[in-house]
């Protein structure tokens, strides 16, 4: 029964009680005053368990959303990310803390090469940071080589593959989108058709026009996910020779709209 329902009977009863003192009924007014500070105190009570009961259905239902170990994963990713690896360019750390390195081309390809296993942890060698079909959008900041406002950016994974013989990298064909405006203010939309690659064990893409004639300069798309974190990546533009910086953006992973049919 709704503690709404209680309370009105309780009122109900009250106005018996005090209907019989008006009366002089049998009980009187002996009704009335054992009975009204009870009612008004348990009324009181129902409608604060009440509410107490719809905030822990509330935290419950959220709590249901929450993946305890993808959480704690992800906080642990961060602190690492925080900490300051001892290994050389090239290498990978055996987890947090960890003393070990090994090559990054032992990254993932099917061999326990870290003592402890992780170079083949399941969270260290998903895919799903450049899965085909996904598609990462942002903005543009141009900081140099290019003089140009702050414009939209898209990089659609058209396809990906993993060679047996090379599993510790995963081959990548891609379409980047750009739109800007020119100088006389129009609208403009190029893409560029690119090809590249991503390394398990820092996490990093990059990717190259594959004609690159076709660009105001020769550029290469660098892009690093932290760990833990997949929907997510801060990437750079360079210039392929020198490397020089031109540009950042931030690319965040667009929702599939059939997952959330």
Same mark, same amino acid.
């Given at each position: 029964m709704s503690p709404y329902l209680v309370c009105l009977a $309780?009122?109900? !009863?009250? $106005? !018996?009680?005090a209907e019989e003192e008006q009366s002089g009924g049998l009980f009187g007014g002996r009704l009335r005053g054992l009975v009204e500070p009870r009612l008004a105190s348990n009324a009181l009570r129902i409608v604060q368990l009440e509410k107490?009961?719809?905030? @822990?259905?509330?935290? #419950?239902?959220?709590?249901? /959303? !929450?993946d305890p170990e993808g959480f704690l994963h992800e906080l642990q990713a961060k602190l690492d990310d925080l900490e300051d690896s001892h290994c050389d360019d090239h290498e990978f750390q055996c987890g947090s803390g960890g003393q070990e390195c090994i090559s990054d081309l032992f990254v993932c390809d099917g061999h326990d090469d870290c003592h402890n296993a992780y170079d083949e942890d399941k969270h260290v060698c998903s895919t799903v940071p450049v899965k085909a079909g996904n598609i990462l959008r942002g903005m543009v900041h141009w900081e140099d080589c290019v003089v140009r406002?702050?414009?939209?950016?898209? !990089?659609? &994974? #058209?396809? +990906?593959?993993r060679f047996k013989f090379f599993s510790a990298r995963i081959l990548i064909k891609a379409v980047m989108t750009v739109v800007y405006k020119n100088d006389e203010g129009d609208e403009v939309t190029k893409e560029f058709e690119m090809t590249g690659g991503y390394n398990f064990a820092n996490r990093r893409f990059r990717i190259f026009p594959d004609h690159p004639e076709e660009a105001a300069v020769h550029f290469v798309l660098t892009c690093d996910f932290d760990h833990g974190d997949d929907e997510r990546t801060d990437c /750079? &533009?360079? +210039?392929? @020779? +020198?490397? /020089?910086?031109?540009? +950042?953006?931030? $690319?965040?992973?667009e929702e599939d709209e059939e997952d959330d049919d």
């Open positions: $309780l009122l109900a !009863v009250g $106005l !018996v009680a107490h009961i719809e905030k @822990l259905k509330k935290r #419950i239902e959220e709590a249901e /959303h !929450v406002e702050d414009h939209l950016l898209t !990089v659609n &994974i #058209i396809s +990906t593959r /750079h &533009i360079e +210039t392929e @020779l +020198t490397q /020089h910086q031109c540009a +950042t953006v931030h $690319l965040a992973l």
